[in-house]
């Protein structure tokens, strides 16, 4: 158990949707961090937030939207969703900006029909 | 798009050989770290090694670095059944206050009991 908890683990939803992924980082990291996963793509970074701020972003769909609240913990919206969106999505943490462990989450199967 | 790519994409060995996986990245790196994943499940960090370092042993578990060939190498060894499971390196390239790992397609490694 890596202490970083994702909510939903599964969820389906049709075309057009929106959805949000939830995370809870591990005790006294304030970096988190979002990532997609799928068969062609491989792990994608979205995009990492740092004690409330966003810091990076990566391969991050105008559609989807992240934040980090003052818990930090974070929030992913997916909005307008494709059937291309259907991935698990990870979410990361760790304790600074840079340069420590990284751990993940056992992320959110997002399934688009 | 992949910065790290694992060799081989696939691997099968019987019980107590040794597994050595190996990662290529294209770019200068601040740290690489590997990654286990059982199907369908979350990322499980295995080892941290930074650009200075050339070794480091976990457990069963043995990584080198060679920032001049910008290439790291996995070896588990005495495997397990229990090691099925599929390999990531991701590199951290450092650098201002932000952190995007970049991860390999993978080594996919079966133990054969």
């Known amino acids: 158990d890596s202490g970083v908890t994702q909510t939903p683990k599964h969820l389906i939803t049709a075309t057009g949707q929106r959805v949000t992924l939830r995370c809870s980082p591990r005790s006294g990291d304030l970096s988190v961090y979002w990532y997609q996963q799928s068969l062609d793509q491989g792990l994608q970074f979205l995009i990492q937030y740092y004690n409330g701020e966003e810091r990076a972003k990566g391969n991050i769909l105008e559609r989807f939207s992240a934040q980090q609240f003052p818990d930090l913990h974070s929030e992913l919206n997916l909005s307008s969703l494709e059937l291309g969106d259907s991935a698990l999505y990870f979410c990361a943490s760790s304790v600074s900006h840079s340069g420590n462990t990284i751990y993940f989450g056992e992320g959110s199967w997002l399934t688009v029909v | 798009s992949q910065q790290g790519e694992e060799d081989p994409q696939a691997l099968s060995i019987q019980e107590g050989e040794n597994a050595t996986m190996n990662c290529s990245y294209k770019t200068s790196i601040n740290n690489l770290q590997w990654y286990r994943q059982n199907s369908g499940r979350g990322l499980v960090h295995l080892i941290l090694i930074r650009s200075n370092e050339r070794e480091k042993h976990s457990g069963r578990l043995r990584v080198t670095l060679d920032t001049s060939k910008k290439s790291s190498s996995l070896l588990i060894t005495a495997s397990r059944a229990a090691d099925t499971a599929s390999y990531f390196c991701?590199?951290?390239?450092?650098?201002?206050?932000?952190?995007?790992?970049?991860f390999g397609k993978g080594t996919k490694l079966s133990v054969i009991p």
């Open positions: 991701a590199t951290d390239p450092g650098g201002a206050g932000s952190y995007q790992l970049t």
